[in-house]
């Protein structure tokens, strides 16, 4: 990154802007001074420190999420557990999978028509997209540990609930209350991190995290292959053991949330006193801070009309597309390669194993080489062409196909991770990065809802081409705006060097890109 002699150091070397307003005048020194006390902090005690974090917060973190996404998902996985039909040719394309014969699915025990199951998706994400903001205000408010253990225990309860309706409007209300507990979870982790972790640490910490949905998926197959044989055990279907089974453990493990998910730095009694100093130190000049007040209305206000954001919530909502479908319908989507019944749920597996894989040594780069930008603009096309490539391939190509999907799952999953560390790096309140994480992932809602109309099932023999082409063009969409907001970031930077536009951001910091 660029520099000249009027510029100093922050703890990552990042060039920082000397601030030159008036008021401040007195202060003229306040970079070099931050500088120089960043330059005394014991690399190896540091590095120490954060191996110390890490064991504590980020499996706790990722499981956490694994449970969240298990418990969201698992209706998609059920509904390919056991599909709405009872002749092949009244198949709406998918495959026919256990006791369809029986009549023991949802729709059935229901009455659910097949439009009214995708609203009953959709509504989740609505609520989901409301409640973000909210939640990430009330995470700071009572402390990390109180609120993400309450959402897991409501979420948990309502998943177990959902194994009790016996009708459309039940559906949807129990299944908005889950978007309303769960769309805090995501953000707020994201935002958790911001307090214990750098700019250059947060990437591989929410690939960590992120990639525990792919393993979510890949056990959510694995469940649905087993609990499919559960059905008819005590009277009830296998689709509502499926969602009991997978609400009962986030009810419990929120308890263990409660008690050990530090809430600061500042306040970690597993922490020495010299560690807690250090760990604030740290992140003197970046990232949250646990003593810092909420949201204030000026912070809200300088976020919300910061155009610039708009542009990170505008790339998010194009993956958001992608995620959203594979998350839902990877098991129709490998039904429609020829393997049926139970082996569809299966098969469901490499794909996400293989993304997690991916998603891990990309984020890890980003991170290293400080490239965010370029990692998620390199993924995105990959999983663009592989998209592309199956809408192309004949119907018939399973294979080839499958080799596209797993292609696919690793492009679209791998280019979040850096995508959140961005923004997140590009935030300089305690406020502002609460507030900006959750309306990222809020924008990225109305995407989650595109993805659940894309892949219709009378597309299934066809090899459903239009979410395919849907998923290439958003993908493409997003290697584009961050190319985009990566040169526009340069142009920011040049202008900063030259003694310009600071006010305009409130920033004494080059942009990260």
């Given at each position: ?329 990877t098991p129709s989507i490998t039904a429609g390669l020829g393997f049926e019944n139970l082996e569809s749920q299966l098969m469901t597996v490499p794909p996400y194993a293989v993304a997690y894989v991916v998603t891990i040594l990309v984020s890890w780069s980003a991170d290293h080489f400080n490239a965010r930008a370029l990692h998620s603009a390199a993924l995105s096309t ?132």
């Amino acid at each position: 990154m660029p520099s000249d002699t009027s510029s100093s150091l922050d703890l990552q070397g990042e060039v920082k802007i000397p601030d030159t307003s008036a008021e401040n005048a007195e202060k003229g020194g306040l970079e070099v001074v931050a500088a120089s006390e960043a330059s005394i902090i014991d690399a190896t005690k540091s590095k120490a420190l954060v191996w110390k974090q890490d064991l504590r917060i980020v499996p706790l973190c990722a499981a956490i999420y694994l449970l969240c996404y298990l418990d969201r998902s698992n209706i998609g996985e059920q509904e390919d557990l056991q599909k709405r039909v009872t002749k092949p040719d009244e198949s709406s394309g998918n495959a026919k999978t256990l006791n369809a014969n029986k009549k023991h699915d949802l729709l059935d025990n229901t009455g659910m028509t097949s439009f009214q199951y995708t609203i009953a998706l959709m509504v989740f994400l609505v609520a989901y997209a409301i409640f973000e903001v909210p939640s990430n205000y009330f995470l700071k408010k009572l402390n990390p540990s109180r609120w993400i253990a309450f959402l897991m225990f409501a979420w948990g309860c309502i998943t177990i609930g959902l194994g009790g309706v016996h009708s459309f409007a039940s559906v949807t209300v129990v299944r908005f209350l889950l978007g309303v507990f769960e769309a805090g979870l995501f953000p707020g982790l994201v935002y958790y991190l911001t307090f214990w972790y750098s700019t250059s640490e947060r990437s591989i910490r929410v690939a960590f995290i992120l990639a525990s949905a792919t393993l979510a998926g890949a056990f959510g197959g694995a469940l649905a292959f087993a609990i499919g044989h559960m059905d008819g055990t005590h009277g009830l279907s296998a689709w509502r053991w499926l969602f009991m089974l997978e609400g009962i453990p986030s009810v419990l493990s929120s308890i263990a949330v409660y008690f050990f998910l530090p809430d600061y730095p500042e306040t970690a009694q597993w922490l020495s006193e010299e560690e807690k100093a250090l760990a604030v130190a740290r992140l003197q000049n970046e990232g949250s801070h646990g003593h810092s007040k909420s949201l204030t209305w000026s912070e809200a206000k300088m976020t919300l009309i910061d155009w610039r954001l708009y542009m990170h919530y505008a790339v998010y909502f194009g993956i958001s597309v992608p995620f959203s479908s594979l998350s839902l319908f990877t098991p129709s989507i490998t039904a429609g390669l020829g393997f049926e019944n139970l082996e569809s749920q299966l098969m469901t597996v490499p794909p996400y194993a293989v993304a997690y894989v991916v998603t891990i040594l990309v984020s890890w780069s980003a991170d290293h080489f400080n490239a965010r930008a370029l990692h998620s603009a390199a993924l995105s096309t990959i999983g663009a062409c592989a998209f592309l490539a199956s809408a192309l391939l004949p119907p018939t190509a399973y294979m080839h196909r499958y080799g596209c999907l797993i292609v696919a799952c690793s492009g679209a999953f791998a280019c979040i991770p850096p995508l959140l560390g961005w923004l997140s790096s590009n935030l300089h309140t305690t406020g502002a990065v609460g507030l900006a994480i959750a309306l990222n992932i809020s924008f990225g809602a109305p995407g989650q809802i595109t993805g659940v109309w894309i892949y219709t099932a009378n597309e299934a023999k066809k090899g459903y081409p239009t979410g395919h082409w849907v998923n290439a063009g958003m993908l493409f969409f997003v290697a584009a705006g961050c190319v985009l907001l990566r040169f526009y970031y340069m142009y920011l930077n040049r202008r900063l060097l030259r003694g310009g536009g600071v006010e305009d951001y409130g920033a004494r910091r080059l942009f990260r890109y």
